[in-house]
Structures are given as structure tokens and as C-alpha cells.
């Protein structure tokens, strides 16, 4: 706890609440709340006491705290202590100074302090098939096992850690044993507008190719999906948000790029949209969003959030099922080719709407010319009306048919519900758990998670089957709900609950906006 | 990677090169660009280029960005993919193909303002991550496309069409390159096909980045008097720097550099190219010496053309990063999926 914010921290906390702090400075408000108690712990009077060198005295007070909270909290010293062995395996004073600042916290709690307090942390049988991991880092073994080779990228908070896990993947898994040279292409670029041409050239020549990053990026590489989009090239850009316009707010986490996505770039421009709720759907979507873009010849963007991006999530234990094959959608090999006489891209749709494409290098009977200006069905320059409108056309059947291929929402009914809450992503638990506490409020509530847009029929289902339907989204303009309404919802039927100040949606303030909200109906 | 088709049969009188192909299987559609344009010479001496040096055409990805340069890139090599993308950005493009396939030979064609202007941030670190591509600019001075507005590379006091002056210092790529660690800097002329042909072939041998900068006057919006990228004024004030000859691929490794006047120089295909300096005592191989020599004849309002400068010992981009030789859309699934077991490991770490 910092002294700058200490004051305002005590003043939000629950009655009953403890505060831990550092007493070497003392509050300035010392008497402001009688229904918390005050943990004082001297912490940076005794880090100078103890420690000699300066930068110790301060980076160890975290550890001092750590201490006292694991005394308070009655967790096993000895996870604690092997945690410690772990970070600092290779460097044995760090370690040893640590134990120490460890011990010092853990004391002084146990001395000073009526310990353990009456709430405590011990494992359960419960979680042993769960693990805590963040959805960035799930994300990039994701895409190790959908075999992508070529990345490409530019540094932008909170994506980047995406990528840097990505590359430590890669020394391990990318790695080809005979000349110990790499088997993938990692390319930090000069931009995001090379990050997402680079992907759209390695797409195009027949890579799984990805790029990630956030809000300004997303911006960059308007021009080049409309690009990928409309030649039909696979691309997978993961957006991990955080809280804009502009700059923002880079460290908080928003859903308020779902519109940018959704129609990224100018034109009739529509692309297919993944949202995992946590770490677990990070690893999975990353997998099926290779699978969808190949299938269907155009980029598909996975947009988590700085929440399930950036921290540590507790999840089930991934799972990989070793019978998977990459689905690569329709690619006209050197034999297929044999028996065809003149080969046209964008000639003869599956019913989805989908052409064969060819890829470089493979055949003579291979080529064809690929451009952003209009085309016909044979990949030719034209200008002509109908020929145009017959690929764009094409291209929104296209569109509509992956609805039935993004991951179906996740929906929990109570009987006789009349009000459904909807969200996406990491509003998934705040959610579920304000159903759970409608109910105990004389409110009967079903809850839904939509995971993909073009949306499945069951999230339309859903939505019809309510009197009256909120959609919970962090953002200011009720972006979810427009694409829904863009999707044929019926307005008179959705309402917005919107939380949009940079911090996670949480059960309690749903609760208040939803009973809120009934309230002004029923006058 | 696959072989290459049989040819069909030709009329006897066209000759055929090492595939058994003729130049017309080197050609593209019809061009649609006007009438005189510099770009189409320049499209000429390509697939006069690709023909002799016999490259199978399937193996070819041809790139642009957008402007009447980057239409070309349609009109040659029908039996190749190409990727006319958006102006600009070509480049980040090209390092797409060529981190997916390196055994394509990539020909890009850009313009002066799609490479001076919406896209000079992507050349420059093109350039210094020297990848294995051919990249020519079609330099006319102006944005032909949009109608003739002066270029980044138009000249100080050189005219427009609609009869302002270049006040701003031009940029040349080849002072770019040489400043950025270019590996292959060679200026040829639209006008003359004789130079720009061997230029070409050297350039497809060569294993980093290939910059050829071809002076391709505009005929519709800079080819008067009193613009400094026209025919006339090309003509009256190109200098070779030095005469090139191709010499097809051999074994024999031969690099006699200095000043003598020949520099042989040895690609990474074996082939060598030799550069007769005019004038007497032109290194190719000496950046200081290119680099002043360059600045001196702009000064004196010359053009100089030929290979400039050449570099073949320096890394390519893959090499920097370690990248397999093989292409990576050749590397089976079985050898990039960790598997099932490796995942219990991650749960465990
Ligand atoms: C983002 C964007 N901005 C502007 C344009 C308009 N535009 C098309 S080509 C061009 C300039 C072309 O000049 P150059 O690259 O020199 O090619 P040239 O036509 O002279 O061969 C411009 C400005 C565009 N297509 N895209
Ligand atoms: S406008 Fe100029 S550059 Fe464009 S095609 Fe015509 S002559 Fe060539
Ligand atoms: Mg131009």
C-alpha cells in the first residue's frame, strides 16, 4: 500500500475489513474508520535496520509484507519458502536476503497480531486440476500449437508480454534439431502497419501467420484488413484492450474496441470476432481463430482485455487432444491442379462462400494475380457493377456462414426467467455471480457469455426468449449491444449496463443497475 | 519444391532459354498505362531479364504497393503470383512472402512516392534487415497516378506539369542505401534497356536486398522541359558509373576488387557480375568512395547510372535471425506441435 493512496484505500473498504500497512509514517486520519482494524507493521524501519544496501531496503519491503500476510492468512511457510528457492535459484544471496525479509513480516505478525485471522488460504482437492495462468501467456501456446511460424509485431502494452511469451515458446518448440537454427519467423516491425502487411504477405504465401496488439495498433492497421479482407488472405491479429480513446489509459482494462474490430477498416468491411472469457478460451480460441481464418480466407481477431490478458487467472488445466489437425480451409495443391484447365481465385464458392486459393510456389498451373482494387469472380480488374457486387456479395455470405462456426455463447437458465443478462469476455464471472444475486433479490435471472460474432442463432435465441434482456459490456457506447442491434435485436428488449472507468465489472454494481433499471420500467 | 511443367510447343523461330521457355512466357496481360510511360520499358527489360536468367516463373512472387509503377507488376510473368497491395506498403508485405517461403525470388516493384513518401519508414528497415528480394523503384519525379504532384525525389527547381518547382531537397535511395548498410545499389534508365537488363540479372543474384533505382519518366506529367526526370534531360546527363556485364553462374569464385578499373563480383547464385568502372578508378565495393563520388556528380547535375554498389558478404535478414534454409511453409505439422505431453509440462511448470 502506498502512502500516497493509503488514506483513500482504507476509506473504500468494506466494514470488517483489515488493514495491513506500513506504520513508519503514521496515517494522517488515523481515527476515520472504526469498523476496519489496522495492521501496522513498521516495514521500512525495519528493512534499513536489517539490510545494508540501499536498493535491498527497498525492494525487500514486499517481501516483508508477503510474510506478514502469510503468517495472517495461516498459508503452509513452506510453499512460501520453495516459491523463494524457485525465483531465486541461481542467485544465493538475493535468496537468502529474502528468506530473511520473509521471516521478519512472518514474525512480527505472529508476535504483534492475533493470528491467524478468521479468514485463511489452504489448497483444496477442488483445484488440483486447475492452474493459474494469464491469458496472454495461454495465447501464445495456443498459437505454438496451432502451429503458427511467422509472427510479426510492434510493442504496445498490454500485448507485448503476448509476444514475448510467444518467443520463449519458440526457442523451445521452434527449433529444427539437425542445424539448431529456427523454424519460425519472428519479426518485431518498424510499426503496426508492417506488423500486419508482414502477416498478410506470410498468409498469403501459406504461413499460419498472427500479429497482437492493442487499441492505437488496431487503429494502424485499418487500411491493410480491409486489404485482407477483401483479397481474402488469412490473418489472425490478437487485440488485447485497454481503456481508450487515444492513448488512454494503458495499464486499464476496456471492451471498447469491439465496433473497431467488428468493422475494421473502410468499405463494407465485416470480419469474423472471437472473445475468450479467460486464460483456458485464450489457449482454445487461439487455435480455432487459425482454423477459422484459413477456413474462411480472411482475418479473424480475438479480442481479450487487459484483465485477461495481463493477470493471473485460475482456470482448468489445458487440455490438447493429439488427434487435431490444422484445418486449412481450401488450398488447390500441385495435384489438384492437374485436372483443372484454367484456375480463377475467386471463381467456384463451397456453400459458405468460399473460393479455392493457391499458394505461391507450388505449381505453373498456380497463379493468379492478387489485388485490393475491384475484382470479378476471376480475379481480374474490373470496374463493372455487377462484377463487383458479385464478389462483395460473395463476401457477406461468407461473413454470415461463420456464424455457425465461432464457439456457441455460454448460456445458464434458471426456470422462469423473464430478465437475461448478456456479456462478453472477462465480465463472465462478475456476471454469472450477479444472477446468482438477483435471485436472492426476488429477480430471476439467466445469464449468457457470447463468444463470437457473426453471432450464432443461440445467442439470438436467447435474446428472443426474454422479456428483457441488459448487456453488461466495459465500455461507454454499449458497443456489444450495437452489434447486436446491427444483428437484428430487437432494441425495445435490450438494455445497457455499462462499466467503463478502467477497472473490472463487478457482481455488485450490476446487481444495483439492473434492479435500477427494472425499477424505471415498471413506472 | 515442385518441378516445372513442360513446355508447350512453340513456333521453332522464338528461342527458348534453359526451361525451354520463351520470352513470352515471361510477358503479362495488356498494360494499361499510357502510351511512351517509362514503365513499360522498364517491364520490358524485366522479362527480358527473367528469360535469360531462366527462372522458373512459378517461382517468382511479384509485389507492389499502388501507383501506375505498381499496376506493372501485373504486366509481366503471367505464370507468377503477385500481390498488388496498398501504396506503401510493399515491403512489409515482401518480408511476409519471404518469411513464409525464402525459395521464392521476390520482385518488387514500388514508385518514387510510394517508397520515398507513404512508405520510406518500411524501406529504410527493409534496408537494414537486407532481405532477399529485388526492388525496383520506377523514380518519375512525380505521383503519376494521382495526377502529376512533385515527388519527394523531384529535384530542387525542377517543374511540375502544373508549373511549381521543387523547393525541397530530393531524396536518392542511393545515398539512403549506402547510409543504411545496403548491400546492392545499382540506377538504371527506362530509356536504356542495353544497361538495365545485365543491371536486373545481377540483382536477381544477389542474396540480400537488391535496390534499383530506374529513372521511368512520366510522359503525361513530367516529361517537359525544365523537369530533371524526363527523357531529354536523362539522356543528356546520364553517367554511367559503370558498365555491367552478366556472367552466367560458374563455379569458380572470382573477386578481383580494386581499382583497375573491372571489378568481378561473385553472387550468391555463382554468377559474377563485372563492372567496368567509367570513370577510371569507381570501386563498387567502396561505400566512403561511392558515397562522395555520388554527391559530387549530383552536384554537377549528373545522373549516374550502372551497378554502384555491391555488398555480397553481409547477412541476409533470415541469417540474422537464425532462420531455418528450408521454407517454413515446408515444415510438417508433426515437426511443430509440441503434443499432449508437452502441455502436462506447462500445467506442471
Ligand atoms: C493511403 C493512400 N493514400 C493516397 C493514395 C492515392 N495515391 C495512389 S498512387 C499515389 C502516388 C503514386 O506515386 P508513385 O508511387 O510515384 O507512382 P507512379 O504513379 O508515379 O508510378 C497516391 C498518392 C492511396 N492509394 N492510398
Ligand atoms: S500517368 Fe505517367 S506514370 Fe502513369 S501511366 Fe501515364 S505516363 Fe506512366
Ligand atoms: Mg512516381
Known amino acids: ?523 | 519444391m515442385p518441378s516445372i511443367a513442360k513446355p508447350p510447343v512453340r513456333h521453332p523461330a522464338l528461342p527458348v532459354n534453359e526451361l525451354g521457355l520463351t520470352e513470352r512466357d515471361y510477358e503479362g496481360p495488356m498494360s494499361t498505362l499510357c502510351a511512351g510511360c517509362g514503365h513499360h520499358s522498364v517491364t520490358a527489360a524485366i522479362v527480358r531479364a527473367l528469360w535469360e536468367v531462366a527462372v522458373p516463373p512459378h517461382m517468382v512472387a511479384k509485389l507492389s504497393g499502388i501507383g501506375c509503377s505498381a499496376k506493372t507488376a501485373a504486366y509481366f510473368l503471367h505464370g507468377a503470383h503477385g500481390f498488388n497491395g496498398v501504396h506503401g506498403r510493399m515491403a512489409p508485405l515482401a518480408t511476409g512472402v519471404a518469411a513464409a517461403n525464402s525459395e521464392l525470388l521476390l520482385i518488387g516493384i514500388s514508385g518514387d512516392g510510394d517508397s520515398f513518401s507513404i512508405g520510406i519508414g518500411h524501406l529504410v528497415h527493409l534496408i537494414r534487415r537486407n532481405l532477399r528480394m529485388v526492388y525496383i523503384i520506377e523514380n518519375n519525379g512525380v505521383y503519376g497516378l494521382t495526377k502529376g504532384q512533385l515527388s519527394a525525389s523531384a529535384d530542387v527547381g525542377s517543374t511540375s506539369h502544373w508549373g511549381t518547382a521543387g523547393v525541397i531537397q530530393p531524396i536518392d535511395p542511393m545515398l539512403l542505401g549506402l547510409s543504411l548498410g545496403a548491400t546492392f545499389l545499382a540506377r538504371g534508365f527506362s530509356g536504356d534497356k542495353v544497361q538495365l537488363v545485365p543491371i536486373l540479372k545481377a540483382a536477381t543474384g544477389h542474396r540480400g536486398l537488391a535496390l534499383i533505382d530506374v529513372i521511368s519518366p512520366c510522359v503525361s506529367f513530367n516529361d517537359h522541359e525544365g523537369s530533371t526526370k524526363s527523357y531529354r534531360f536523362t539522356r543528356d546527363h546520364d553517367v554511367h558509373g559503370t558498365e555491367t556485364d552478366f556472367v552466367e553462374p560458374r563455379p569458380a569464385i572470382l573477386a578481383a576488387i580494386g581499382r583497375e578499373g573491372i571489378t568481378d563480383l561473385t553472387l550468391h547464385d555463382r554468377s559474377r557480375v563485372r563492372a567496368r568502372a567509367v570513370p577510371q578508378g569507381y570501386d563498387p565495393t567502396d561505400r566512403d568512395a561511392v558515397g562522395a563520388y555520388l554527391r559530387e556528380a549530383h552536384a554537377r547535375g549528373e545522373v549516374v547510372t550502372g551497378i554502384l554498389y555491391v555488398d555480397p558478404s553481409r547477412p541476409t535478414f533470415h541469417e540474422l535471425l537464425g532462420v531455418v534454409q528450408r521454407p517454413l511453409v515446408a515444415v510438417p505439422y508433426s515437426e511443430l506441435s509440441p503434443g499432449s505431453a508437452e502441455l502436462e509440462r506447462f500445467a506442471q511448470s
Request: aromatic share 8%; with cysteine; net charge negative.
Open chain 1, 1 to 523: 500500500m502506498n502512502t500516497q493512496t493509503r488514506e483513500r484505500d482504507i476509506a473504500e473498504l468494506s466494514p470488517g475489513g483489515w488493514v495491513l500497512w506500513d506504520s513508519t509514517s503514521p496515517l494522517e486520519q488515523a481515527g476515520a474508520r472504526e469498523d476496519v482494524a489496522l495492521l501496522g507493521i513498521p516495514i521500512a524501519r525495519m528493512c534499513i535496520e536489517e539490510f545494508d544496501n540501499p536498493r535491498e531496503r527497498i525492494l525487500l519491503q514486499n517481501m516483508v509484507y508477503a510474510g506478514a500476510v502469510t503468517a495472517l492468512l495461516n498459508i503452509d511457510p513452506e510453499i512460501a519458502a520453495a516459491f523463494i528457492d524457485e525465483r531465486y535459484q541461481r542467485r544465493a544471496r538475493l535468496r537468502e536476503a529474502n528468506h530473511h525479509a520473509f521471516r521478519l513480516g512472518e514474525e512480527y505478525a505472529r508476535e504483534h497480531f492475533a493470528y491467524p485471522l478468521p479468514c485463511r488460504v489452504e489448497p483444496l482437492e477442488g483445484t488440483l486440476d486447475s492452474i493459474i495462468v494469464d491469458g496472454n501467456t495461454a495465447t501464445a501456446v495456443g498459437c505454438i500449437y496451432a502451429v503458427a511460424t511467422v509472427a510479426a509485431w510492434y510493442p504496445i502494452t498490454p500485448s507485448t508480454s503476448l509476444m514475448d511469451a510467444f518467443s520463449a515458446f519458440s526457442r523451445r518448440y521452434r527449433r529444427d534439431p539437425e542445424s539448431g537454427l529456427t523454424t519460425g519467423m519472428i519479426v518485431q516491425a518498424e510499426d503496426e502497419l508492417a506488423a500486419i502487411g508482414t502477416v498478410i504477405g506470410a498468409g498469403w504465401a501459406g504461413a499460419r501467420a498472427f500479429t497482437a496488439t492493442s487499441g492505437p495498433g488496431l487503429s494502424l492497421m485499418q487500411e491493410q484488413l480491409g486489404l485482407a479482407y477483401y483479397t481474402e488472405v488469412p490473418v489472425v491479429l490478437f487485440v488485447v484492450q485497454r481503456a481508450g480513446p487515444s492513448t488512454g489509459m494503458p495499464t486499464r482494462t476496456q471492451q471498447a474496441d469491439i465496433l473497431a474490430a467488428a468493422h475494421a477498416s473502410h468499405g463494407d468491411t465485416a470480419h469474423i470476432l472471437l472473445f475468450p472469457g479467460d486464460p483456458a478460451e485464450c489457449f482454445d480460441f487461439a487455435v480455432r481463430a487459425f482454423d477459422l481464418a484459413e477456413r474462411f480466407q480472411t482475418p479473424v481477431l480475438v479480442l481479450s482485455d487487459s484483465d485477461i490478458g495481463m493477470n493471473d487467472w485460475m482456470v482448468p488445466r489445458l487440455r490438447w487432444d493429439d488427434s487435431y489437425t490444422p484445418d486449412r480451409g481450401r488450398v488447390l495443391g500441385a495435384a489438384d491442379l492437374e485436372g483443372v484447365a484454367e484456375y480463377h481465385r475467386y471463381a467456384d464458392p463451397d456453400p459458405d462462400g468460399v473460393t479455392a486459393r493457391t499458394l505461391p510456389g507450388v505449381s505453373p498451373r498456380a497463379a493468379y494475380f492478387t489485388r485490393g482494387s475491384g475484382h470479378n469472380r476471376l480475379g481480374g480488374y474490373t470496374e463493372d457493377p455487377d462484377e463487383y457486387r458479385e464478389v462483395v456479395d460473395r463476401l457477406a455470405r461468407k461473413h454470415a456462414a461463420a456464424a455457425r462456426r465461432v464457439p456457441e455463447p455460454v448460456v445458464e437458465r434458471r426456470p422462469e426467467a423473464g430478465v437475461g443478462l448478456v456479456t462478453l469476455g472477462s465480465g463472465g464471472p462478475a456476471v454469472r455471480e450477479a444472477a446468482e444475486l438477483l435471485r436472492a433479490r426476488g429477480v430471476a435471472a439467466d445469464w449468457m457469455r457470447v463468444r463470437g460474432y457473426p453471432f450464432d442463432a443461440a445467442v439470438h435465441a436467447f435474446l428472443d426468449t426474454h422479456e428483457i434482456c441488459f448487456v453488461v459490456e466495459q465500455n461507454r457506447d454499449g458497443q456489444l449491444r450495437t452489434l447486436l442491434l446491427e444483428s437484428g435485436a430487437n432494441a425495445a428488449k435490450l438494455g445497457s449496463v455499462l462499466v467503463y472507468g478502467g477497472v473490472p465489472v463487478s457482481a455488485g454494481e450490476v446487481v444495483e443497475s439492473v434492479l435500477t433499471r427494472l425499477r424505471r420500467r415498471e413506472k
